[in-house]
């Protein structure tokens, strides 16, 4: 396998050199060939370079046919700049398996609608996932190459970790093991099938009136995920969705876990919240574990899904 990687936001290959130092020694012992974008080792403030900079970072990447992948180093808030500077065209006549999270959903939407012929999973970002410490990176990296060895129109049943955490350590030295949580699934109904598109809602909310935001349709599954934000941003980002009448246009949510959520004292979950807001009998299934918490299911974006939240399992095809 051979990935091509690219900073479309936060300049992590600078701001964390031992994290990424780490990630790229755990790819390589993997087999991995690793190409480095042209913004590696870059930073400009709090970003990786200039709009111009990072979309020919970008497209360099996209005009490399030697790559299998690409895959974004982290998310940040900026990879939304970059939309109207991507080679689509070059893309869908060469496609190639895009890969990131956070905030590179803008990228992946963008590409899932101006470039259908590639492969887009919401999945592991290159130093944010494969930098974390053993044994913890081993399951998300098994996740990602269960979906990478899934031949085109063929299906494959994803179950559930057993455990999970979102504790802030280990960032870029190790502290100690992380404390894990027993996973469960929650749901209003047990299980969901039809297509799956989505990603971070922090994201969303900067591409949902654009050009590069995917049509919904009434077999779409809605996956939205968030990290570090308070209860009242959670209820305001979940209302625009329904200010916006996209409950209305879809078959069911799907919830990812919500990283190091502060519920400003409530005890209401992201669940109980979104429950207020749709206040309609839309089926949503929760606490999904593509997201910013770890281990992290890889999850093929206009995949055909069937969810079952008793037995924890997705089945994936036509992706």
């Known amino acids: 396998?051979?990935?091509?990687?690219?900073?479309?936001?936060?300049?992590?290959?600078?701001?964390?050199?031992?994290?990424?130092?780490?990630?790229?020694?755990?790819?390589?012992?993997?087999?991995?060939?690793?190409?480095?974008?042209?913004?590696?080792?870059?930073?400009?403030?709090?970003?990786?370079?200039?709009?111009?900079?990072?979309?020919?970072?970008?497209?360099?990447?996209?005009?490399?046919?030697?790559?299998?992948?690409?895959?974004?180093?982290?998310?940040?808030?900026?990879?939304n700049s970059l939309l109207p500077y991507i080679d689509y065209e070059y893309l869908e006549e060469h496609p190639k398996t895009f890969v990131g999270y956070s905030d590179a959903t803008a990228i992946l939407l963008a590409i899932k609608t101006k470039a259908p012929s590639c492969r887009v999973l919401y999945g592991p970002a290159l130093v944010a996932s494969f930098g974390e410490w053993p044994p913890d990176v081993e399951q998300t990296w098994n996740y990602f190459v269960?979906?990478?060895?899934?031949?085109?129109?063929?299906?494959?049943?994803?179950?559930?970790?057993?455990?999970?955490?979102?504790?802030?350590?280990?960032?870029?030295?190790?502290?100690?093991?992380?404390?894990?949580?027993?996973?469960?699934?929650?749901?209003?109904?047990?299980?969901?099938?039809?297509?799956?598109?989505?990603g971070n809602l922090n994201t969303i909310y900067g591409i949902l009136a654009s050009p590069y935001f995917p049509q919904l349709k009434t077999d779409t599954i809605l996956l939205i995920e968030d990290a570090e934000k308070d209860a009242a941003t959670v209820e305001k980002n979940f209302a625009?969705?329904?200010?916006?009448?996209?409950?209305?246009?879809?078959?069911?949510?799907?919830?990812?876990?919500?990283?190091?959520?502060?519920?400003?004292?409530?005890?209401?979950?992201?669940?109980?919240?979104?429950?207020?807001?749709?206040?309609?009998?839309?089926?949503?299934?929760?606490?999904?574990?593509?997201?910013?918490?770890?281990?992290m299911i890889t999850t093929p974006l206009g995949a055909a899904v069937r969810i079952n939240a008793v037995e924890m399992t997705i089945t994936f095809s036509h992706f």
């Open 1 to 79: 396998m051979k990935i091509g990687f690219y900073s479309p936001s936060t300049p992590i290959t600078k701001l964390a050199p031992l994290r990424f130092q780490r990630a790229k020694r755990f790819l390589t012992a993997k087999g991995v060939s690793l190409v480095a974008g042209s913004l590696t080792g870059k930073g400009d403030f709090y970003r990786s370079g200039s709009i111009a900079q990072r979309a020919a970072e970008l497209n360099q990447l996209i005009h490399n046919d030697e790559l299998d992948v690409i895959m974004a180093t982290i998310g940040g808030t900026n990879s």
């Open 240 to 295: 625009m969705l329904k200010n916006a009448g996209i409950f209305e246009r879809i078959k069911g949510v799907l919830l990812g876990k919500h990283a190091l959520f502060d519920d400003q004292g409530t005890q209401r979950q992201p669940f109980d919240i979104l429950r207020e807001v749709i206040n309609e009998p839309v089926p949503v299934i929760a606490a999904y574990d593509s997201c910013h918490t770890i281990p």
């Open 146 to 198: 269960q979906i990478m060895n899934t031949p085109k129109g063929g299906a494959v049943t994803i179950k559930a970790p057993q455990f999970w955490t979102d504790e802030r350590a280990n960032w870029e030295s190790f502290e100690h093991q992380k404390a894990k949580r027993v996973n469960t699934w929650e749901y209003n109904t047990p299980c969901l099938t039809g297509t799956l598109l989505g």
